[in-house]
T-cell receptor, first 112, second 110 residues
């Protein structure tokens, strides 16, 4: 019963490096989300995907790209990491009928 | 999207009932009201959801007045382990933008 799995759990990047955060869900959900959470703050929506093949911008999309690879997987890419992107990143998935989302354990990213 | 407003923080003691009220004046007809709980270093966890009137589950109750412009999350008999951040969200069905606010930090004391 894995739910939502994120990899990696921790990552340190140098400014300008790129990386992809992976997310997979096994609940057959149509919707998937990427959030970031800065220390002591609430979650901010980066991108979301209502269904396989579609993606839309959230509140803070700049500096990120996403790919909905298939129904299970939704990846988040940082093309050129900046210190301002130091945060905890959460992936979530949910069904279509009601807005109940299930979250992964997060990826703690530090950009130096 | 309807904006939500909730207290920044609340204190309580073990064994008390805690009520956290959230206002969402611009809620739309097809919006649901959803509450999440988040512990440090963990992702948010769904607690309860409602559309109107009262909803109760094994964890909490959710009271929604007829005009739906506010909602109250009620946690009965809180314990130290209920210390967390509680988020009130207003959202349509899945697949739509689901925006979190700042949440309410609940501190439960012994």
């Amino acid at each position: 019963n894995a739910g939502v799995t994120q990899t990696p759990k921790f990552q340190v990047l140098k400014t300008g490096q790129s990386m992809t955060l992976q997310c997979a869900q096994d609940m057959n959900h149509n919707s998937m989300y990427w959030y970031r959470q800065d220390p002591g703050m609430g979650l901010r929506l980066i991108y979301y995907s209502a269904s396989e093949g579609t993606t839309d911008k959230g509140e803070v999309p700049n500096g990120y790209n996403v790919s909905r690879l298939n129904k299970r997987e939704f990846s988040l890419r940082l093309e050129s990491a900046a210190p301002s992107q130091t945060s905890v990143y959460f992936c979530a998935s949910g069904g279509t009928q009601v807005p109940e989302a299930f979250f992964g354990q997060g990826t703690r990213l530090t950009v130096v | 999207l309807a904006k939500t407003t909730q207290p920044i923080s609340m204190d309580s003691y073990e064994g008390q009932e805690v009520n956290i009220t959230c206002s969402h004046n611009n809620i739309a007809t097809n919006d649901y009201i959803t509450w999440y709980q988040q512990f440090p270093s963990q992702g948010p966890r769904f607690i309860i959801q409602g559309y109107k009137t009262k909803v109760t589950n094994e964890v909490a109750s959710l009271f929604i007045p007829a005009d739906r412009k506010s909602s109250t999350l009620s946690l009965p008999w809180v314990s130290l382990s209920d210390t967390a951040v509680y988020y009130c969200l207003v959202a349509r069905g899945g697949g739509f933008k689901t925006i979190f606010g700042a949440g309410t930090r609940l501190f439960v004391k012994a």
